[in-house]
């Protein structure tokens, strides 16, 4: 799966670096590694006509001015691979930003998955994935639950991750927000 998210600004990025670290080290969860870069996803797909998908993000990121997310606390998504996430705050500000980003790239691709369509979407910044199991799932948990969460940072790019079946992710390309939109 490839996919459009955002990166995390310094010092957020190397602080879930950190955690990664934390998790492989003490409980050998490295799953997360295929996607090596701290970030939220906006959307997440099988395939994207990149030539389009790159158009339609820098139109977009073109008409975007910076915004500020918060995060609070720790999620998991269950089932048979669950995930442990940081929760990103779901604000009216992101929910309709979502939905742009979301038009925008309708027509860029196939196979997108339906956990980020605007209906469905947890805006959440992965700790543990691919190898968290029934086993490990308390311990690593418990290391966690005591750290706190409640983080304020700046959203100002779009990042295109290609994340080939079987291999680690690479961004293909990055576009920033305008600084300042000019007055109406």
Known sequence: ???IVSLLPQPYYGEVEKLWDQLENNFGLSGIQVTPFPHFSWQIGEVYDETMLRENLERLS?????FTVRTTGLGVFSGVQPVIF???VKSPQLIDFHRRVWQSLESTGSGIS???NPDNWVPH???AYADVTQENIGQVMESLAFQTFNWT???NNFVYIHEPDGEIGKIRFRTDFQTELPAK
């Open 153 to 155: 940072f700046e959203v």
């Open 1 to 3: 799966m490839h996919g």
């Open 62 to 66: 073109g008409q975007s001015n910076p």
């Open 125 to 127: 910044i992965s700790l």
């Open 86 to 88: 940081i929760a990103v």
């Open 114 to 116: 339906p956990y980020y």
